[in-house]
């Protein structure tokens, strides 16, 4: 069984950082892509980024993209967000979640193809 557990969350002012973490459980978790969603209130849940396996190959959301960072330690079966520049509409539970097996690519941004999942930490931008 795979647990994921996200930390690291918070509030925080527009223009801050924030860097969450995700602790996956497992012996097999440099095998597979690891993603960032987030789901706001009243919205549906969408897609951050996601990460190769070996860490090489990142995709980030047009969204995010230059001020996420999503990197992982496989030593420590760890994948972090590093949030920057953070904005209101960033508020939002941010979740953690493992690929299926073999994903292709570019489908790394549909979340139908992630089968494990994090509960969630909470990350408030106040202005």
């Known amino acids: 069984q795979v647990q994921l557990v996200e930390s690291g969350g918070g509030l925080v002012q527009a223009g801050g950082s924030l860097r969450l973490s995700c602790a996956a459980s497992?012996?097999?978790?440099?095998?597979?892509?690891m993603g960032w969603f987030r789901q706001a209130p009243g919205k549906e849940r969408e897609f951050v980024a996601a990460i190769s396996a070996s860490g090489r190959i990142t995709r980030t959301a047009d969204s995010v993209k230059g001020r996420f960072t999503i990197s992982r330690d496989n030593a420590k079966n760890t994948v972090y967000l590093q949030m920057s520049s953070l904005k209101r509409e960033d508020t939002a539970v941010y979740l953690c979640a493992r690929a299926k097996s073999h994903v292709p690519w570019e489908r790394v941004g549909d979340q139908g193809e992630y089968d494990y999942w994090g509960q969630g930490t909470q990350v408030t931008v106040s202005s």
């Open positions: 497992g012996r097999t978790f440099n095998d597979y892509v």
